[in-house]
């Protein structure tokens, strides 16, 4: 290997132990411990430590002393990236008692402060573990303002060459000013900002006027309703601004998109889905839209796919804008989005978690709302076929790992609040959610929420403020079930007992036992289905309140030629598999039914029960063609292309790729449906192996001609380029200058300048590529860094890639802290998501035992990440 460890010092070091252990199988030995050197600081006279973060201690307490926040920000923001962004800062606060100190949070340097008063007194700084502390002496009971002049710390506000924006969840306000950044301190913000002339601006408060001033322009901006600090923004740079009345309400929204046909395509439903998701909003909690105005904002490559800014919503803009060839998950994607952004208005901004122990709460119902919306506003939808597709996969992809989290977790400090995040709120949450409306009843559940939203509106509140609420509106003993479904991890497996006599069934029993061995019981309620050779079916509910249960009901019926279980796709675990099912998969006309069987497929092949993987793939090729609906296609294609590349061995893969390809092309050629076509055409992309295969999508590119009924746009093009780049294909003109040649959109261009390197044919620009990630200015866009891992750790680059495991391991700790709130995972699957070697298993295994006392949280996600790998451990062969 001729990769250098020698930039990264003591961490480098570590890195490479851990390689060579693993590329020699030996167990590393643990580092010696150290005697710690703790550095002197400032004496703090009373009141909770100034530690580093926002401790719960800390927050407890101000929340007790300090009430009506208010504050007033000045910032002039230069034409140039280089040069600081000037801040003059209004704190304006209650104080209970002032016999303490008051602690700012602001994670930012100290030679950023240039001047604070305390009541019109001047104070020197005291800014000590990322708080800037008022003394008690300039403090008084009643009204206190603090006036401070700064530079605006910069890690939050995601500067690019001609527009900012802010992104301060869960505690990042705190990087940009001084801030109680705690989200139960509700506060008004009353903004100015100074831009270069050209700039459109938006913030949380609508425009109150805006004054032209040479080479400036300034916006100002009424005061904001009373809003959790995490959820202040502003946006402002060279977008187009649009303004449309919808349902009499005028909506606004700042975009950069140049594509006409993206244009043309997206801006009428854009809005009209804002629209929709409100009204149903406002009719299922029975609350109006609660805040002042109600704008959103495109970003190119923004972090997640969008953030409920309070009246200024930011989107990631690939998102919003489709164009006539957007494949029914794209839109049903998008139709999700915008409703999910939408209901935080109500779940989330106008009732706000206590503390981010409970950041699940306002993103359950988001989604859990989103699903809901979705059904109503997209016509044709199949909302229970949706429900299957985007929840239990990703639910299941944490929950089987060994790094599994509860849906609540606890939490000691906010600068640990990023990483709760992750798939279990978003997708095990939703199910559990689903669970207990099923349990409750619809509309006893919409009752039960409608009187949190009025209790608790423009406050605070937690998930047993919730289950109070809910439980007396149910006999069912909501404490004992919220225990094991929210405050556990895992999920059971389920067995049966099927017996019959004289072709009846004389009894049908089924049994969960927990995944992890525990005694664990999931309450819960599903269904089986009773499969027949003629195609007749009988569907029975099962509602599993104990370990073993009996249906009743399933006595006397003829004796099935098989059992399909969880066949309306609302029940949570490892259910069991027909040995007959893969044959008979084409003759389940319901697409529930054949969603959850895709599903229970996958989730015992993981398990290495029933089928092994080429077996499965064997399966999912047959029904290429069989399968007629849209989502279904995307679920079992992508199972398909992760059996590919991730559970077959490299020589598997040659054996079974010309084949795959044909079916693929075939399965293209027959399906009338342009989507379908489209996901069939991404997959044959995806798993491309042999020469005429790669020529055909070169011939594809090179003469940007799309198979007959498939229709492909720029960044499809686009990601072919990559394709095709990541497999060196041979061509006269290296095909990625052209691409970027092609490209119009100068923010498209960007990114595709940043990826080439990632791509390149040498090696050492690889590593070059690599190396440079340690800084973590080069990791700003954490979207393009994903996806250039991607492209670094792509398996047909394992034998030069590998190496970057172990110095991919010692950042995260760095990226946590300097990264937003997904990108920890993120990071870690793009670079171990595809690799399934003793070697590379071997990799993770010496770092965790390196470092014994690793952060436990991010622990968790190293062994989230990695399961996969562990599995391929045992599965290829």
């Not at 629209?275 to 970003?299: C, N, R, W």
């Not at 800084?775 to 860094?785: I, M, P, Q, S, T």
């Amino acid at each position: 290997m001729n990769f250098s460890f020698r930039k990264y010092g003591k961490a480098g070091a570590f890195a490479l132990a851990v390689l060579t252990a693993a590329c020699q199988r030996q167990p590393v030995s643990r580092p010696a411990v150290l005697p710690a050197t703790a550095a002197a600081s400032a004496a703090n006279i009373g009141g909770p430590p100034v530690t580093t973060g926002v401790s719960e201690e800390l927050a407890i307490a101000r929340k007790k002393n300090i009430s009506r926040i208010a504050y007033d920000l000045n910032l002039t923001i230069p034409a140039q990236r280089t040069e600081p962004i000037t801040v003059v800062e209004a704190v304006a606060f209650n104080l209970r008692d002032a016999q303490e100190p008051v602690q700012l949070d602001f994670k930012a340097p100290t030679a950023n402060l240039q001047s604070l008063t305390v009541n019109g007194q001047p104070v020197p700084f005291d800014h000590r573990n990322e708080h800037l502390v008022l003394p008690a002496s300039t403090l008084k009971p009643g009204r206190n303002v603090a006036e401070i002049r700064l530079n605006a710390g910069e890690q939050s506000l995601n500067r690019n060459a001609d527009y900012l924006y802010t992104l301060l969840v869960p505690d990042r306000a705190r990087t940009v000013f001084p801030v109680f950044d705690q989200p139960n301190m509700k506060a008004t913000f009353t903004l100015a900002l100074t831009v270069p002339e050209g700039w459109q601006a938006m913030a949380n408060g609508p425009v109150r006027d805006s004054t032209a001033n040479g080479a400036t322009k300034q916006y100002r901006f009424a005061t904001s309703d009373s809003i959790s600090t995490y959820l202040f923004s502003f946006a402002a740079g060279k977008f187009t601004r649009l303004t449309r009345q919808m349902n009499g309400r005028p909506m606004t929204l700042l975009h950069r998109e140049t594509d006409p046909s993206k244009l043309q395509s997206s801006l009428g439903p854009i809005f009209q889905l804002h629209a929709d998701a409100l009204q149903f909003m406002e009719q299922y909690t029975g609350i109006p839209y609660p805040f002042q105005k109600f704008d959103f904002v495109s970003i190119p490559d923004f972090q997640y796919g969008g953030m409920e800014h309070v009246g200024a919503i930011d989107y990631k803009a690939s998102t919003l804008f489709l164009d006539e060839g957007a494949t029914q998950d794209q839109l049903l994607a998008r139709s999700n989005l915008v409703a999910h952004e939408t209901a935080h208005m109500w779940f989330g901004d106008l009732v706000t978690m206590q503390w981010f122990n409970d950041v699940w709460m306002k993103e359950v119902f988001a989604n859990f709302m989103a699903d809901k919306v979705t059904q109503v506003a997209v016509k044709n939808s199949n909302y229970d076929l949706k429900f299957v597709i985007d929840h239990y996969p990703a639910a299941y992809g944490i929950d089987r790992t060994a790094g599994a989290n509860p849906i609540r977790q606890p939490l000691t400090n906010l600068q640990d609040a990023g990483s709760l995040y992750g798939n279990i709120i978003y997708h095990k949450a939703p199910i559990m959610m689903r669970q207990l409306e099923r349990l409750m009843g619809p509309a006893a559940f919409q009752q039960g929420l409608q009187e949190y939203l009025r209790k608790y509106a423009n406050s605070n509140a937690t998930w047993p403020d919730l289950i109070d609420i809910l439980d007396a509106r149910t006999p069912a003993d909501l404490q004992a079930w919220n225990q094991v479904w929210v405050n556990q991890p895992g999920r059971p497996v389920f067995t049966h007992e099927l017996k019959t006599n004289a072709g009846k069934i004389t009894s049908l029993a089924l049994t969960q036992r927990a995944e992890d061995g525990s005694d664990r019981l999931w309450p819960q309620l599903f269904e089986v289905l009773l499969v027949y050779p003629n195609g007749r079916t009988k569907e029975l509910t099962v509602n599993m309140s104990e370990r073993t249960v009996a249906l009743p009901l399933a006595v006397g019926q003829p004796a099935p030629s098989f059992v399909l279980f969880n066949s309306t796709g609302l029940g949570y675990g490892v259910f069991p598999v027909a040995q007959q099912l893969p044959a008979q998969l084409a003759g389940l006309k319901n697409p529930v039914a054949r969603a959850a069987a895709y599903v229970n497929l996958y989730e015992n092949m993981l398990n290495g029960q029933v089928i092994k993987p080429q077996e499965l793939l064997t399966v999912y090729r047959q029904a290429l063609t069989r399968e007629p609906e849209e989502l279904n296609l995307k679920l079992l294609t992508g199972q398909a292309s992760d059996i590919f590349w991730h559970f077959l061995s490299p020589a598997q893969r040659v054996a079974v790729a010309p084949a795959l390809e044909k079916d693929l092309w075939a399965a293209l050629q027959k399906n009338p449906a342009a989507n379908s076509k489209k996901l069939l055409f991404k997959t044959y992309q995806s798993i491309a192996l042999t020469q005429p295969a790669q020529a055909r999508l070169y011939q594809i590119w090179q003469s940007e001609k799309a198979p007959v009924g498939v229709k492909l746009t720029e960044d499809d093009y686009t990601a072919l380029a990559l394709a095709l780049a990541v497999r060196d294909f041979t061509s006269p003109q290296p095909i990625l200058p052209q691409q970027l040649n092609r490209i119009k959109n100068v923010d498209r261009q960007r990114r595709l300048q940043f990826l080439m390197p990632a791509l390149a044919p040498d090696a050492a620009t690889r590593d070059a590529f690599f190396t440079s990630l340690a800084d973590d200015k080069n990791r700003e866009k954490e979207a393009w860094v994903t996806a250039a891992l991607g492209y670094l750790h792509h398996p047909l680059r394992h034998e030069t890639s590998e190496k970057y495991l172990p110095q991919s391991l010692e950042l995260l700790e760095e990226i946590q802290l300097t990264g937003d709130i997904f990108f920890p995972y993120s990071w870690l699957q793009a670079s171990l998501g595809s690799y399934q070697t003793d070697r590379a298993a071997g990799v993770v295994r010496a770092f965790l035992n390196f470092h014994p006392d690793y952060n436990p949280k991010l622990r968790a996600k190293l062994l989230q990440a990695s399961d996969d790998l562990f599995r391929a451990e045992k599965l290829v062969r």
